[in-house]
């Protein structure tokens, strides 16, 4: 998996006082296309400090434009912000 950490328009899941969920989302495609993913499957949530800043680091799995592709989504604690870490 390559970074690119592009910022992305998510809809998450909050339950109670647990780590949100992501649902789905959308982000500029290479060709500039927004594509919409749902998140098919949550592998690992881990809480990490990435240049003293804290984030919740999501290893997921979904079907983008027909392929199964493994991702990151990084979600800012602080910032309240989600970006498409790794692919």
């Known amino acids: 998996m390559k970074i690119v950490a592009k910022p992305v328009d998510a809809v998450a899941i909050f339950k109670g006082t647990a780590r949100p969920l992501p649902y789905k989302f959308r982000f ?32 997921c799995q979904s079907t983008v434009e027909g392929v199964q592709k493994r991702y990151q989504l990084k979600y800012l604690i602080q910032e309240c912000r989600w970006e498409l870490y790794k692919i």
């Open 28 to 59: 500029r495609g290479d060709g500039g296309a927004a594509l919409e993913v749902q998140v098919d499957q949550i592998f690992l949530v881990e809480e990490r400090r990435i240049a003293g800043i804290r984030t919740l680091v999501y290893d």
